[in-house]
């Protein structure tokens, strides 16, 4: 197809007017002068349009030549993504150079690599959409399953042999049509499946405060309100490191350079402790940091779902984590600004409450249409301007997900982390994911989650009457409501990412640690019931149950299970 | 000093000076606020430095910010102030402005457009570099990870200073914020690695830059110190392009110079005001208290130019002063600088009513960095331990407090009366300190184990075992209240 090509008549900023194009449509991609900067095209009038920059343009010019791609902005999908660090564009960032010219930037697959594939599928074969023709070994840890597109189906005509191959070779011919290893998708567009499942099994992110009290489930959404310095980013790096999905694809939207660096030394060092395979090779990171163009922000957090798309299509569960949404509201507000489009709330589009929800739709437990179970599970920040939790962003947020965890600037400045306030977070997954452990046994999941949220609710309503009348006032199945619960926060819900043996814990050792906060709760209570006097409980040196979280291993259950025994016997000598 | 190395393949080609006979274009068809149309102009770009030329000799300078077919609309720096649509000659640079760089400027006291306010000579250099920068490419940052001392206990024992990091700090009008930049600026060390200072005054009075300059007379003495003044009474759009200047500069001392550069903006709310009323010039749409929609992408151009890269030895520390109005975290300044920063340093109003310096807030700061930048090897193994240990004891200080203000001191458990005590013997002890005191880090570690070890040794659960035991200083009659095992 010829291609349509035309001249800048005005450059104001990332907006650039052309004239001359016939045949663009809204949406296309086009490059735009001399150095072939990616822009997308805004609005249409006869014999010209409007068009978006992704890339800063000082030193453009009027007359400089404009030319269509005849695509819309797309994703290249491909094995290679995986261990990868890309722009909000999906254009690769590990081979770049130091500083980030305009213009300079390539695709997201080393057009060069040779991949060993292997076919599953024999010529003469019948294949519907999304059947898997054959394997890559992308990394150690996720083979790369090569679909039938998903609007294709009938004869394999040729498939190839065991061998290497790049990706745009073709590794079979499907009802007349060539496959090759990648191909491109439009990052605005879901990438369909065959139906949506009921969810049930829960996310493990072996974070405690998440996983006991305010847990999700695959293929759910999930929102960190927070202001800054309340540990966002932190929580949900956690979580990327941590969490028991097959691909993450991490997102770091109008974000810290330095946290990301931090972040990807980490993906490098440290292993899956399931599959034993550096994080790295599970991992998929898009980068926009907040100096990078503000474009490309808004792109990026559609170019993360549909790169999870891709992996659920495979059979996988992938989790996008976007950190953070609020800046990708602004960069909507501000080319919304840019087109003199008329603000709602706050200066933002209309439709950002209709963006937002269409984003987080895009998250669910899915049928395939090559019959896998998968699922995309999609993690957002939410930075609200000045803690304001009523600002447009966080109020519509709050709305679609389904898991809010709320972190609370009081908790982070008494060093508390995960900051995850129990009074403002909440969960809509909780009774799911309470059949789901019943089902495998753990019957008492749920009764201990409402225990321990009691023994919060309780503590806070003690500790405000003991504002007024002063702690000695107090009944002393108060004032062991008060310790128990300072050990709750300070043993089970305060979580270390540093230490080694507290960063990640294993369910089990979840639930021994809260079941040791409750037993101790029970037996404090019983011995002041017996007479014991309270300041003698209050005596008691509790500081092990603190510590015991970050002294055992992260599944050494019987340790717990031993100092539950020996401070039993301890509080047992008081009465 | 090390000698700049060749010029990076990656960045490129620079623009040079004024082409020598550049065409002028004198049909200046309007005039409204600090922005003229151009007409008839031909091959200008977007963003293009522009010098106005007006009738009456005078010089102005201004940038392409919207191209039209042949219209072009250029924003005056120094304003329109006294510009008439007759005999104005706008004549276009080639390119978007840029800056000479080379360790010349160490030593310098410039203005906020790098023109020299000391008796040197003008600086010049072989190459320029475009003042709005090229994002780093976060895929070759590497994390920050080693501190910089500053001498002063809160922020080096509390709140650790680490290279590559941005770390502003929050002050409200009438405390002493710029006296402690400075004292940073002067007293800031990397153990001996090559450093300079970079400071740029952005709208402050005249008595503060005269009392800045004095300050840091010594360091730029010794050719370690660069310093740009931009004062209240200067223009306004010159505010904007003063932090770029720097910036520039810094890069260049870090990033091909070798050298570890810290970089001071006080204060960056004068900054964000002059964009405010630069935008408002401009008719663009204001969002909250009338700042344009990109005051947060705007703050993090100038702030995500601090970092640390791979294969280069030197660093961009960044430390933004900003005053808060009204002392309101929540005011658009502070709140989206704390969104961009990996941390804060608080001052507070009452710490400086009873005479504390630096009135540091312990409550609000924080160095988020600090844990890669401090312990074994970097600073001292029991620092972090330490400084968590100090930070969360406050916090219960602080809850005591409230409640003694409601059933007074006496009547408060005997753990919370020693945290009274406790917090009271900190901001003496360890977080006072005299505007020309510099500590070493070792100095300030011991002051906080002194302080901390008021308390019995069973309170102090954020700190290990092994920590306690080498570090904690039981006292006589310790037994009573805990011991270490």
Same mark, same amino acid.
């Given at each position: 197809?010829?291609?349509?090509?035309?001249?800048?008549?005005?450059?104001?900023?990332?907006?650039?007017?052309?004239?001359?194009?016939?045949?663009?449509?809204?949406?296309?991609?086009?490059?735009?002068?001399?150095?072939?900067?990616?822009?997308?095209?805004?609005?249409?009038?006869?014999?010209?349009?409007?068009?978006?920059?992704?890339?800063?343009?000082?030193?453009?010019?009027?007359?400089?030549?404009?030319?269509?791609?005849?695509?819309?902005?797309?994703?290249?999908?491909?094995?290679?993504?995986?261990?990868?660090?890309?722009?909000?564009?999906?254009?690769?960032?590990?081979?770049?150079?130091?500083?980030?010219?305009?213009?300079?930037?390539?695709?997201?697959?080393?057009?060069?690599?040779?991949?060993?594939?292997?076919?599953?599928?024999?010529?003469?074969?019948?294949?519907?959409?999304?059947?898997?023709?054959?394997?890559?070994?992308?990394?150690?840890?996720?083979?790369?399953?090569?679909?039938?597109?998903?609007?294709?189906?009938?004869?394999?005509?040729?498939?190839?042999?065991?061998?290497?191959?790049?990706?745009?070779?073709?590794?079979?011919?499907?009802?007349?049509?060539?496959?090759?290893?990648?191909?491109?998708?439009?990052?605005?567009?879901?990438?369909?499946a065959a139906g949506r499942l009921r969810s049930g099994r829960p996310l493990v992110t072996g974070q405690r405060a998440v996983d006991l009290l305010f847990p999700l489930c695959h293929g759910s959404t999930a929102a960190v309100p927070g202001g800054f310095g309340t540990g966002k980013t932190l929580l949900l790096q956690q979580i990327a490191k941590w969490c028991d999905a097959d691909v993450i694809v991490y997102v770091g939207c109008g974000e810290r350079g330095n946290e990301l660096a931090e972040l990807l030394e980490d993906f490098a060092e440290l292993e899956d402790p399931r599959s034993g395979h550096r994080l790295m090779e599970r991992t998929v990171t898009i980068v926009n940091t907040s100096n990078m163009p503000l474009l490309a922000r808004e792109a990026s957090i559609y170019t993360g779902v549909t790169v999870a798309e891709h992996y659920r299509d495979m059979g996988y569960d992938a989790v996008v984590i976007a950190d953070s949404t609020s800046r990708w509201a602004e960069a909507l507000r501000e080319s919304?600004?840019?087109?003199?489009?008329?603000?709602?709330?706050?200066?933002?589009?209309?439709?950002?409450?209709?963006?937002?929800?269409?984003?987080?739709?895009?998250?669910?437990?899915?049928?395939?249409?090559?019959?896998?179970?998968?699922?995309?599970?999609?993690?957002?920040?939410?930075?609200?301007?000045?803690?304001?939790?009523?600002?447009?962003?966080?109020?519509?947020?709050?709305?679609?997900?389904?898991?809010?965890?709320?972190?609370?600037?009081?908790?982070?400045?008494?060093?508390?982390?995960?900051?995850?306030?129990?009074?403002?977070?909440?969960?809509?997954?909780?009774?799911?994911?309470?059949?789901?452990?019943?089902?495998?046994?753990?019957?008492?999941?749920?009764?201990?989650?409402?225990?321990?949220?009691?023994?919060?609710?309780?503590?806070?309503?003690?500790?405000?009457?003991?504002?007024?009348?002063?702690?000695?006032?107090?009944?002393?199945?108060?004032?062991?409501?008060?310790?128990?619960?300072?050990?709750?926060?300070?043993?089970?819900?305060?979580?270390?990412?540093?230490?080694?043996?507290?960063?990640?814990?294993?369910?089990?050792?979840?639930?021994?640690?809260?079941?040791?906060?409750?037993?101790?709760?029970?037996?404090?209570?019983?011995?002041?019931?017996?007479?014991?006097?309270?300041?003698?409980?209050?005596?008691?040196?509790?500081?092990?149950?603190?510590?015991?979280?970050?002294?055992?291993?992260?599944?050494?259950?019987?340790?717990?299970?031993?100092?539950?025994?020996?401070?039993?016997?301890?509080?047992?000598?008081?009465? | 000093?090390?000698?700049?190395?060749?010029?990076?393949?990656?960045?490129?080609?620079?623009?040079?000076?004024?082409?020598?006979?550049?065409?002028?274009?004198?049909?200046?068809?309007?005039?409204?606020?600090?922005?003229?149309?151009?007409?008839?102009?031909?091959?200008?770009?977007?963003?293009?430095?522009?010098?106005?030329?007006?009738?009456?000799?005078?010089?102005?300078?201004?940038?392409?910010?919207?191209?039209?077919?042949?219209?072009?609309? &250029?924003? $005056?720096? %120094?304003?329109?102030? +006294?510009?008439?649509? *007759? /005999?104005?000659?706008?004549?276009?640079?080639? #390119? =978007?402005?840029? &800056?000479? $760089?080379? %360790?010349?400027?160490? +030593?310098?006291?410039? *203005? /906020?457009?790098?023109?020299?306010?000391?008796? #040197? =000579?003008?600086?010049?250099?072989?190459?320029?570099?475009?003042?709005?920068?090229?994002?780093?490419?976060?895929?070759?940052?590497?994390?920050?990870?080693?501190?910089?001392?500053?001498?002063?206990?809160?922020?080096?024992?509390?709140?650790?200073?680490?290279?590559?990091?941005?770390?502003?700090?929050?002050?409200?009008?009438?405390?002493?914020?710029?006296?402690?930049?400075?004292?940073?600026?002067?007293?800031?060390?990397?153990?001996?690695?090559?450093?300079?200072?970079?400071?740029?005054?952005?709208?402050?009075?005249?008595?503060?830059?005269?009392?800045?300059?004095?300050?840091?007379?010594?360091?730029?003495?010794?050719?370690?110190?660069?310093?740009?003044?931009?004062?209240?009474?200067?223009?306004?759009?010159?505010?904007?392009?003063?932090?770029?200047?720097?910036?520039?500069?810094?890069?260049?001392?870090?990033?091909?110079?070798?050298?570890?550069?810290?970089?001071?903006?006080?204060?960056?709310?004068?900054?964000?005001?002059?964009?405010?009323?630069?935008?408002?010039?401009?008719?663009?749409?204001?969002?909250?208290?009338?700042?344009?929609?990109?005051?947060?992408?705007?703050?993090?151009?100038?702030?995500?130019?601090?970092?640390?890269?791979?294969?280069?030895?030197?660093?961009?520390?960044?430390?933004?002063?900003?005053?808060?109005?009204?002392?309101?975290?929540?005011?658009?300044?502070?709140?989206?600088?704390?969104?961009?920063?990996?941390?804060?340093?608080?001052?507070?109003?009452?710490?400086?009513?009873?005479?504390?310096?630096?009135?540091?807030?312990?409550?609000?700061?924080?160095?988020?960095?600090?844990?890669?930048?401090?312990?074994?090897?970097?600073?001292?193994?029991?620092?972090?331990?330490?400084?968590?240990?100090?930070?969360?004891?406050?916090?219960?200080?602080?809850?005591?407090?409230?409640?003694?203000?409601?059933?007074?001191?006496?009547?408060?458990?005997?753990?919370?009366?020693?945290?009274?005590?406790?917090?009271?013997?900190?901001?003496?002890?360890?977080?006072?300190?005299?505007?020309?005191?510099?500590?070493?880090?070792?100095?300030?570690?011991?002051?906080?184990?002194?302080?901390?070890?008021?308390?019995?040794?069973?309170?102090?659960?954020?700190?290990?075992?092994?920590?306690?035991?080498?570090?904690?200083?039981?006292?006589?009659?310790?037994?009573?209240?805990?011991?270490?095992?």
């Amino acid at each position: 197809m010829e291609l349509s090509a035309g001249t800048i008549t005005r450059v104001n900023g990332p907006i650039v007017e052309v004239a001359g194009m016939r045949r663009l449509g809204v949406g296309e991609l086009v490059t735009v002068g001399s150095r072939r900067l990616p822009g997308e095209v805004l609005s249409l009038a006869s014999g010209g349009a409007t068009v978006q920059v992704y890339e800063d343009t000082s030193g453009l010019r009027p007359g400089e030549a404009i030319a269509a791609t005849g695509h819309p902005l797309s994703a290249e999908l491909g094995p290679g993504l995986l261990g990868g660090v890309f722009d909000g564009m999906l254009r690769r960032l590990q081979d770049a150079g130091s500083w980030l010219e305009p213009g300079t930037l390539a695709g997201a697959l080393d057009p060069e690599r040779r991949w060993r594939f292997t076919p599953s599928v024999r010529a003469g074969e019948d294949v519907g959409p999304h059947r898997v023709l054959g394997t890559v070994p992308e990394t150690d840890a996720i083979t790369y399953r090569v679909l039938v597109p998903h609007e294709l189906a009938g004869k394999v005509e040729m498939i190839a042999d065991e061998g290497e191959f790049t990706v745009g070779e073709a590794i079979a011919t499907v009802a007349g049509r060539e496959i090759t290893l990648a191909h491109r998708w439009p990052v605005r567009r879901p990438r369909p499946a065959a139906g949506r499942l009921r969810s049930g099994r829960p996310l493990v992110t072996g974070q405690r405060a998440v996983d006991l009290l305010f847990p999700l489930c695959h293929g759910s959404t999930a929102a960190v309100p927070g202001g800054f310095g309340t540990g966002k980013t932190l929580l949900l790096q956690q979580i990327a490191k941590w969490c028991d999905a097959d691909v993450i694809v991490y997102v770091g939207c109008g974000e810290r350079g330095n946290e990301l660096a931090e972040l990807l030394e980490d993906f490098a060092e440290l292993e899956d402790p399931r599959s034993g395979h550096r994080l790295m090779e599970r991992t998929v990171t898009i980068v926009n940091t907040s100096n990078m163009p503000l474009l490309a922000r808004e792109a990026s957090i559609y170019t993360g779902v549909t790169v999870a798309e891709h992996y659920r299509d495979m059979g996988y569960d992938a989790v996008v984590i976007a950190d953070s949404t609020s800046r990708w509201a602004e960069a909507l507000r501000e080319s919304a600004a840019r087109t003199d489009e008329l603000p709602a709330e706050e200066g933002y589009p209309p439709e950002l409450s209709s963006t937002l929800a269409a984003f987080y739709e895009r998250a669910g437990r899915f049928r395939t249409l090559g019959g896998e179970e998968a699922s995309v599970t999609i993690l957002g920040a939410v930075s609200p301007p000045g803690g304001d939790l009523a600002e447009p962003v966080t109020a519509h947020t709050r709305r679609f997900v389904r898991t809010v965890w709320s972190l609370d600037r009081q908790l982070a400045y008494a060093r508390h982390h995960p900051a995850i306030s129990w009074t403002d977070s909440s969960s809509r997954d909780a009774e799911a994911v309470a059949a789901w452990e019943a089902a495998e046994g753990n019957a008492g999941w749920a009764g201990r989650r409402r225990e321990a949220l009691q023994l919060l609710f309780d503590a806070e309503r003690i500790a405000s009457v003991a504002q007024l009348t002063g702690v000695e006032s107090l009944p002393a199945a108060e004032r062991v409501t008060l310790i128990s619960a300072m050990l709750l926060r300070e043993g089970v819900l305060q979580q270390s990412a540093l230490s080694l043996n507290d960063r990640n814990c294993a369910p089990s050792k979840q639930a021994a640690l809260l079941a040791l906060v409750l037993e101790v709760h029970r037996a404090l209570l019983a011995s002041a019931g017996q007479g014991t006097a309270i300041e003698r409980i209050e005596a008691l040196d509790l500081s092990d149950v603190a510590r015991i979280r970050d002294e055992c291993a992260p599944d050494d259950v019987d340790a717990i299970a031993r100092l539950q025994a020996d401070i039993q016997g301890r509080i047992g000598q008081l009465g | 000093m090390t000698a700049a190395r060749k010029p990076d393949e990656d960045r490129g080609e620079d623009p040079v000076e004024l082409p020598p006979q550049p065409i002028e274009y004198s049909s200046t068809t309007s005039i409204r606020g600090p922005l003229i149309v151009v007409e008839g102009v031909e091959g200008i770009g977007w963003n293009e430095v522009a010098e106005i030329r007006l009738a009456n000799g005078e010089v102005r300078h201004g940038v392409v910010l919207d191209v039209h077919l042949d219209h072009a609309i &250029v924003e $005056v720096l %120094e304003g329109t102030a +006294g510009m008439r649509l *007759d /005999g104005v000659r706008t004549a276009f640079g080639g #390119g =978007p402005m840029s &800056v000479p $760089v080379t %360790e010349d400027w160490l +030593g310098r006291v410039c *203005d /906020g457009r790098g023109e020299p306010l000391d008796e #040197g =000579p003008p600086i010049l250099g072989s190459r320029r570099r475009e003042i709005t920068g090229t994002p780093i490419n976060p895929a070759v940052r590497i994390p920050p990870s080693e501190p910089i001392i500053t001498g002063i206990s809160a922020i080096d024992g509390l709140a650790t200073l680490v290279r590559g990091q941005k770390l502003p700090i929050f002050s409200v009008g009438g405390l002493p914020h710029l006296e402690l930049a400075a004292q940073i600026a002067v007293q800031a060390d990397v153990a001996g690695e090559p450093f300079a200072v970079v400071f740029a005054a952005l709208g402050v009075t005249h008595a503060d830059a005269a009392s800045v300059r004095q300050t840091l007379e010594a360091r730029a003495g010794e050719r370690e110190a660069v310093l740009f003044i931009n004062t209240a009474d200067d223009p306004v759009v010159e505010r904007l392009m003063t932090p770029r200047l720097a910036l520039t500069v810094a890069e260049h001392l870090a990033f091909e110079c070798d050298r570890h550069v810290l970089v001071l903006l006080a204060d960056v709310t004068n900054y964000a005001e002059a964009l405010r009323q630069v935008s408002a010039a401009r008719g663009e749409v204001p969002t909250r208290r009338g700042y344009p929609g990109y005051l947060y992408s705007d703050l993090a151009s100038l702030f995500e130019r601090a970092g640390r890269m791979r294969d280069r030895a030197g660093s961009v520390t960044l430390v933004p002063v900003l005053t808060m109005p009204a002392g309101d975290i929540t005011h658009p300044v502070p709140d989206l600088t704390g969104y961009i920063t990996e941390g804060q340093l608080v001052l507070a109003k009452d710490l400086h009513a009873r005479g504390v310096y630096p009135p540091l807030d312990l409550m609000g700061s924080l160095s988020r960095l600090m844990r890669r930048g401090t312990g074994a090897h970097l600073t001292r193994e029991d620092h972090p331990e330490l400084s968590d240990q100090l930070y969360a004891l406050t916090a219960r200080a602080l809850q005591a407090a409230e409640l003694a203000e409601i059933v007074g001191a006496d009547a408060l458990p005997a753990a919370d009366q020693r945290l009274l005590t406790f917090r009271a013997t900190l901001e003496r002890e360890f977080l006072s300190q005299g505007q020309e005191e510099a500590r070493t880090l070792e100095t300030t570690l011991d002051l906080g184990w002194q302080v901390a070890s008021q308390l019995p040794a069973a309170e102090l659960t954020m700190v290990s075992r092994q920590t306690l035991a080498a570090r904690y200083r039981a006292k006589e009659g310790d037994a009573a209240h805990g011991h270490v095992r």
